[in-house]
């Protein structure tokens, strides 16, 4: 196996996690009452069951790295995640902080994480 690491991320409901990331590809491999593992391919988030999430000041945030963003943002728009700048969740286009080299798209899911997917070729 290679070595790796894994997002750990709240789930303040572990159903409606795996249900709004089933529809963006990911599978669940691992579920208990405290602790659920989701993968698509090679990408792996871990989510720990915490009840009393606040989704408007989660400060929780995960970096995915692909090597074709574009794909990944094209197929995750058909899913129909909301485009807006305020709501959760929602899903941003490309953008590229002031002082970061390589360019990327955002993710804020039902709870109020932070996924960045950056483009491994940048």
Not at 17 to 33: E, I, K, P
Not at 59 to 69: G, H, K, L
């Amino acid at each position: 196996m290679t070595d790796r690491i894994t997002a750990n991320l709240p789930s303040s409901d572990f159903g409606a996690t795996a249900d709004f990331y089933g529809r963006l590809g990911f599978a669940v491999n691992f579920r208990d009452d405290g602790w659920m593992i989701l993968s698509r391919g090679p990408l792996v988030l871990e989510f720990f069951h915490h009840p009393e999430v606040d989704k408007w000041s989660s400060w929780f945030s995960a970096c995915i790295r692909v090597d074709d963003p574009d794909a990944l943002l094209d197929e995750w728009r058909e899913v129909g995640i909301p485009s807006d700048h305020k709501g959760i969740p929602r899903l941003t286009g490309f953008f590229k902080p002031a002082g970061a080299a390589p360019r990327m798209f955002a993710l804020v899911d039902p709870d109020g994480s932070l996924l960045r997917v950056i483009d491994n070729r940048g």
